[in-house]
Protein backbone atom coordinates (compact mmCIF):
# COMPACT_ATOMS: atom_id res chain seq x y z
CA UNK A 1 0.00 0.00 0.00
CA UNK A 2 1.55 3.62 -0.98
CA UNK A 3 0.06 7.05 0.38
CA UNK A 4 1.54 9.75 -1.06
CA UNK A 5 0.76 13.48 0.07
CA UNK A 6 0.50 16.65 -1.78
CA UNK A 7 -0.64 20.20 -1.47
CA UNK A 8 1.87 21.68 1.41
CA UNK A 9 3.77 24.96 1.37
CA UNK A 10 4.02 28.25 2.60
CA UNK A 11 0.84 29.81 3.56
CA UNK A 12 -0.28 33.25 5.17
CA UNK A 13 -2.35 33.48 8.46
CA UNK A 14 -6.19 33.16 7.45
CA UNK A 15 -5.36 31.66 4.23
CA UNK A 16 -6.25 28.16 3.18
CA UNK A 17 -4.51 24.98 1.52
CA UNK A 18 -5.72 22.04 0.26
CA UNK A 19 -3.69 18.53 0.91
CA UNK A 20 -4.11 15.81 -0.87
CA UNK A 21 -3.23 11.61 -0.43
CA UNK A 22 -3.19 9.44 -3.28
CA UNK A 23 -3.12 6.00 -2.26
CA UNK A 24 -2.82 2.52 -4.15
CA UNK A 25 -1.86 -0.65 -3.38
CA UNK A 26 -4.79 -1.62 -1.35
CA UNK A 27 -6.15 -5.51 -0.96
CA UNK A 28 -8.85 -6.60 0.80
CA UNK A 29 -11.45 -4.09 0.40
CA UNK A 30 -11.28 -0.13 1.28
CA UNK A 31 -9.47 1.25 4.50
CA UNK A 32 -10.53 4.04 7.24
CA UNK A 33 -8.33 7.26 6.17
CA UNK A 34 -6.99 9.93 8.67
CA UNK A 35 -4.56 13.11 8.81
CA UNK A 36 -1.86 13.31 11.25
CA UNK A 37 0.15 16.64 12.17
CA UNK A 38 4.05 16.27 13.74
CA UNK A 39 5.45 20.07 14.71
CA UNK A 40 9.24 20.25 15.39
CA UNK A 41 9.85 18.65 18.95
CA UNK A 42 6.01 17.65 19.49
CA UNK A 43 3.88 14.41 19.44
CA UNK A 44 2.19 13.55 16.47
CA UNK A 45 -1.10 14.24 16.76
CA UNK A 46 -4.92 13.05 14.65
CA UNK A 47 -6.13 16.06 13.26
CA UNK A 48 -9.38 14.61 11.34
CA UNK A 49 -10.36 10.95 10.24
CA UNK A 50 -12.93 9.57 7.94
CA UNK A 51 -14.59 6.09 8.18
CA UNK A 52 -15.72 3.57 5.11
CA UNK A 53 -19.03 5.13 5.24
CA UNK A 54 -18.19 8.84 5.51
CA UNK A 55 -18.56 9.49 8.93
CA UNK A 56 -15.78 11.60 10.36
CA UNK A 57 -14.11 12.82 13.43
CA UNK A 58 -11.91 16.18 14.08
CA UNK A 59 -9.54 17.32 16.77
CA UNK A 60 -11.12 20.24 18.56
CA UNK A 61 -8.10 22.20 17.47
CA UNK A 62 -9.26 22.08 14.25
CA UNK A 63 -12.86 21.63 14.63
CA UNK A 64 -14.60 24.41 12.33
CA UNK A 65 -11.54 25.02 9.89
CA UNK A 66 -10.36 21.94 8.08
CA UNK A 67 -12.53 19.55 6.48
CA UNK A 68 -11.38 15.87 5.54
CA UNK A 69 -13.09 14.39 2.39
CA UNK A 70 -12.09 11.62 0.10
CA UNK A 71 -13.08 10.79 -3.63
CA UNK A 72 -12.86 7.18 -3.65
CA UNK A 73 -13.29 7.40 -7.75
CA UNK A 74 -9.88 9.04 -7.84
CA UNK A 75 -8.25 7.04 -4.50
CA UNK A 76 -7.91 10.44 -3.09
CA UNK A 77 -7.85 12.05 0.21
CA UNK A 78 -7.96 15.33 0.93
CA UNK A 79 -7.93 17.60 3.78
CA UNK A 80 -9.24 20.88 3.13
CA UNK A 81 -7.98 23.61 5.59
CA UNK A 82 -8.82 27.22 6.37
CA UNK A 83 -7.97 29.90 8.39
CA UNK A 84 -5.11 28.97 9.35
CA UNK A 85 -2.98 29.78 12.12
CA UNK A 86 0.75 29.86 12.80
CA UNK A 87 -0.04 26.72 15.36
CA UNK A 88 -1.15 24.66 12.62
CA UNK A 89 2.43 24.38 10.86
CA UNK A 90 3.87 21.15 11.03
CA UNK A 91 4.74 18.15 8.69
CA UNK A 92 1.06 16.57 7.79
CA UNK A 93 0.77 12.30 7.17
CA UNK A 94 -2.19 10.95 5.85
CA UNK A 95 -2.47 6.99 6.95
CA UNK A 96 -4.73 4.45 6.62
CA UNK A 97 -6.12 1.06 8.28
CA UNK A 98 -8.37 -1.93 7.66
CA UNK A 99 -11.01 -0.60 10.11
CA UNK A 100 -11.88 2.89 11.95
CA UNK A 101 -9.37 4.01 14.36
CA UNK A 102 -10.44 8.14 14.66
CA UNK A 103 -7.55 9.70 15.87
CA UNK A 104 -5.79 7.37 17.67
CA UNK A 105 -2.31 6.55 16.90
CA UNK A 106 -0.93 2.88 15.27
CA UNK A 107 -2.48 3.17 11.60
CA UNK A 108 -1.06 0.32 9.44
CA UNK A 109 -0.11 2.30 6.45
CA UNK A 110 1.51 5.76 6.83
CA UNK A 111 2.63 8.37 3.65
CA UNK A 112 6.05 10.47 3.63
CA UNK A 113 4.60 13.90 4.90
CA UNK A 114 4.60 17.18 3.41
CA UNK A 115 4.91 20.07 4.99
CA UNK A 116 2.68 23.08 5.94
CA UNK A 117 4.54 26.33 6.84
CA UNK A 118 1.85 28.98 8.06
CA UNK A 119 3.26 32.59 9.00
Known amino acids: VQLVESGGGSVQTGGSARLSCTTS????????MAWFRQAPGKEREGVAA???????SYADSVKGRFTISQDNTKNTLYLQMDSLKPEDSAMYYC???????????????WGQGTQVTVS
Open 95 to 109: AAHPWFRGLNPGYQF
Open 25 to 32: GYTGGRHC
Open 50 to 56: IDTDGST
